[in-house]
């Protein structure tokens, strides 16, 4: 161990510093052949590597040569310093002899716990530890006055058998630990019990109420089939499907038959009743005809657009064109969705024919716009009066060459039969083949020739597309 590392009152004369570590010498010793006096424990380091001169000047030394220096021993041990603790705030200060003296009862000292719980703490901390905090310490119950140490007695206390305690299933009663168990089991209204119908479990104040609801409960059927045990979940199929005395409606009744009969007459109701089943059934059918033909208007309605522009996409042309070619009358007509001019405005619809009609008929395609009965036709101004648009859509690609759609437009004339207000129905007649002038539309029998569209991308993959604008004077909209 070096020098004196301690705080001296006064800064120590030079002769008392050992000249190894620079300290005040700790067991000073003397070397007698040269007169230089050195820690013993440092001058012991310094010739372990195997020196054997003094440090000073270098001179041999003989271990014999070695002996304490007591007399500057006790100069240093009367030097006054400070306690090791000052910086803690220790006030102490006196001779270093005295040091060792001090610490022993020095409240700023480090010491261990007398009780041997392992504990180090400041001397004048240790009345605390040793009342409160150790584990060592001697406790006696308040409940049952059994002793323990500070440890036991911390985990005696969450067992101790003559503690009073709650109820754990809050219930609200209180005893001593000991009856908690027997009380749990046999008396406590909030104990757990499973149900012995459905097996889960329920507090033993809602067991009852439980089973006033509980699906596997055992009800009796209300027809009194004779039936005992039905689970109460089960008890709605049991009475439609399997209770002899249950009523039951006749399976025609979504067709309109009200009649009720037990389960074994139903057989015998059918037998009798055929006719009128068969007649009520064909009522059906004829409801739902006309609830399908409004469905398909509707779905029509709401699938046109309503800002007087359809592009309609043609796939499969070539099928289209050969079925037409093959058509023995050749007038095979294709139709393209229903539009609106505009909001509230004409129900219209394209038509093309794939081969031509009219003189157009084997080499053209032809075109026709008509309009078809709509919901608004007795707000709007008659004959129709805008001006339309046809389009054959080049599908080039643009940024090879500059598409050449192919366009013609017209403003109907107000003398023309095709644009008068539509009678209701007409569109059925249209598709029944009925070639009436005014039912087909107008348009453009040689809308393109068939040689022509073979010249640019009219027709790519297959399909071509058509688009028909309406320029609607914007009075009208407003």
Request: some cysteine; charged content about 25%.
């Amino acid at each position: 161990m070096p020098g004196l590392d301690y705080k001296f009152l006064e800064r120590p004369r030079r002769r008392f510093l050992c000249p190894l570590c620079s300290k005040p010498m700790r067991e000073p010793v003397q070397v007698s052949t040269c007169g230089h006096r050195f820690c013993d424990t440092c001058l012991q380091e310094f010739l372990s590597a195997g020196i054997f001169k003094c440090p000073e000047d270098q001179m041999p030394l003989d271990y014999a040569k070695i002996f304490p220096d007591v007399e500057l021993e006790q100069q240093i041990l009367a030097l006054p310093i400070r306690c090791i603790h000052s910086e803690e705030g220790c006030r102490w200060s006196a001779q270093n002899k005295q040091l060792q003296a001090h610490l022993s009862v020095c409240p700023y000292n480090v010491v261990p716990c007398p009780n041997r719980c392992m504990v180090k703490l400041l001397r004048r901390d240790l009345p605390q530890h040793l009342q409160h905090d150790c584990a060592k310490r001697k406790l006696r119950c308040d409940h049952c006055a059994e002793e323990f140490t500070g440890e036991a007695h911390e985990r005696h206390q969450d067992m101790c058998p003559e503690e009073s305690v709650y109820c754990e299933n809050k219930c609200g009663a209180r005893m001593v630990r000991r009856l908690l168990t027997q009380h749990s089991v046999s008396e406590c209204p909030k104990r757990k019990l499973s149900c012995k119908y459905c097996s889960k479990e329920f507090l033993y104040d809602t067991i009852q109420h439980h089973q006033n609801q509980c699906p596997r409960f055992p009800v009796q059927c209300p027809n009194s089939c004779g039936t005992h045990g039905i689970a109460r979940e089960d008890l709605m199929i049991h009475v439609k499907e399997n209770c002899g005395s249950a009523m039951v409606l006749c399976p025609f009744k979504d067709a309109g038959c009200k009649y009720r009969c037990s389960k074994p007459a139903v057989s015998h109701h059918l037998d009798e009743a055929a006719q009128a089943h068969l007649s009520l059934l064909c009522s059906l059918v004829s409801r739902q005809r006309l609830e399908l033909r409004e469905l398909r208007r509707r779905v029509e309605e709401l699938s046109g657009t309503q800002d007087g522009t359809l592009l309609w996409k043609i796939p499969n042309y070539s099928r289209h064109l050969q079925e037409t070619r093959n058509c023995s009358t050749g007038t095979s007509e294709l139709f393209s969705p229903a539009f609106y001019s505009h909001r509230y405005g004409y129900r219209l619809q394209v038509s093309v024919f794939p081969n031509g009609n009219g003189s157009g008929e084997g080499t053209h395609l032809s075109v026709y716009i008509r309009v078809l009965p709509g919901e608004y036709d007795g707000l709007l101004e008659w004959p129709f009066p805008h001006r339309v648009t046809f389009s054959l859509l080049d599908q080039s690609d643009p940024a090879l060459s500059k598409p050449q759609h192919i366009t013609e437009s017209f403003s109907p004339d107000p003398n023309w039969k095709n644009f008068q207000r539509p009678r209701p129905g007409a569109i059925g007649s249209i598709r029944a083949g009925c070639l009436d002038e005014s039912m087909l539309g107008f348009g453009y029998p040689k809308f393109i020739s068939q040689e022509q569209m073979k010249q640019r991308n009219y027709i790519r993959d297959n399909a071509i597309f058509i688009k028909a604008s309406i320029d609607v004077v914007q009075k009208i909209i407003n």
